[in-house]
Each structure stands twice: as C-alpha cells, then as structure tokens.
C-alpha cells in the first residue's frame, strides 16, 4: 500500500471512529436526558455511559446545551430528512408539495420527540439554549418561503393571501409545539397529525380546487 493511500485509510478510519464516538455520547445523553432530566445530567455521567472521558464530550460538544442542539440536527439531518428533501425538490406542483413538507415535519418531530420535553424544559431554565431553539424555529422560514412562491407563482395561492402572511401560517401550522400538543399531550398517532397538516395547510394557503 502506497504511503498516500495509507494516509487516507487511517484518516477514514479516524473519521468513523469519531463518528461512532458522538454516536455513542449522543445516545447515552438522551437516555440520561430522559431519566435525570437536563439539569439532573451531568457531562461526566454522559461519558461514563457512552465509555469516553470526560473532556473527549467537552471536545465535541463543549456543554449540555451542544448536546440537546446535536440531538435536533440528529433528527433534522439525517437520511429520511434528505430523502423527503429530494422528493419535495423534483415535485413540481406546488400544491402537491404541501402534502411532503406534511411528512417532513412528521418525520423531523417524530425522530426528536424524545427530545421535545427536554427542550422545553431545558429552554425554560437557560436563556442562551431558549435563544438557540427560537433561531432554529425562526430557520424554518427561509426553506418553506419558495414554496410560497411558487403557489403563487402558479396561481395556487388562496384569493386574497399575500406571500408574507401564507409563510407565516405555514411557518406557524409546522412547529414543532403544535406537533407536541396534538401527538405528545393529545395522543393523535403521528399518522393522524401528517393527515390533518397536509390538508389544513391546503385549506390555508391554497385557492379551492374546482368541482366536478
């Protein structure tokens, strides 16, 4: 094996090392969230769980709060988000678009909804992780926008609604709160929430289709 290639495998091996170390701290984080609650967790008890010391977790993560925010991304990033992104992409009516944003949000809120108390209460007592979560909500804005534009653009957008306040309905209908109040709090199955979100975001933003 030539030197070059020898230098990329191990880089590769690091890589996936670290890979499955924050793997293992994020898992063991969120068990602990879920049983000691936020503030009843420490840093070192997570690296105990996950088999690493202490400061490999401060290195990665720098605090709890890193570690509530990187189990978000976890859910917000992951291959199924990306999946849905594509399909969302190549889907060229922008009424049938709604119906996949429907499932994203599904997808998003289901895969974090471990988390979805925590973040609450953990927002409650930290002023600088309440900050970061209503960034990440105000985030949501910017991707969910062009399909505003383009309801309108192919005369989809309900008579009468301008851009800006169907992105603020979409903005608000997708949160994650009302997720938490109807399949957390209410019990809806998540299947029940993606129905009634794809069809109360095309009663709100959409023009009503003909009959007949």
């Known amino acids: 094996m030539s030197k070059e290639k020898s230098r990329r495998y191990v880089s590769s091996a690091r890589q996936q090392q670290a890979a499955d170390t924050q793997r293992r701290i994020l898992a063991a984080a969120e068990t ?17 769980k ?15 709060r890193g570690i509530v925010l990187a189990l978000l991304d976890q859910a917000r990033f992951g291959e ?20 996949v944003s429907a499932r994203i949000a599904r997808q ?4 974090e909804q471990a988390t979805l108390d925590l973040v609450r209460g953990a927002a409650a007592v930290s002023p600088e992780l309440a900050a970061l ?20 653009r192919q005369g989809q957008l309900r008579p009468g609604l301008s851009v800006a306040r169907a992105a603020d309905i979409m903005w608000t209908l997708t949160s994650r709160e009302l997720f938490r109040l109807l399949v957390i709090e209410s019990r809806w199955p998540a299947s029940d929430y993606e129905s009634w979100l794809r069809d109360v975001l095309r009663r709100e933003l959409c023009r009503d289709e003909p009959v007949g």
């Open 32 to 48: 602990l969230f879920s049983i000691e609650g936020f503030d009843g967790t420490t840093i070192e008890a997570i690296a105990r």
């Open 50 to 64: 996950a088999g690493v010391a202490a400061p490999t977790v401060y290195s990665g993560f720098k605090s709890k």
């Open 80 to 99: 199924a988000y990306k999946s849905l992104v594509s399909e969302a992409n190549d889907t060229g009516d922008a009424r049938a678009r709604l119906a």
């Open 108 to 111: 998003i809120y289901e895969a």
């Open 133 to 152: 979560v209503d960034a990440r909500e105000e985030s949501r804005r910017t991707p969910q926008r062009p399909l505003i534009e383009d309801l309108r």
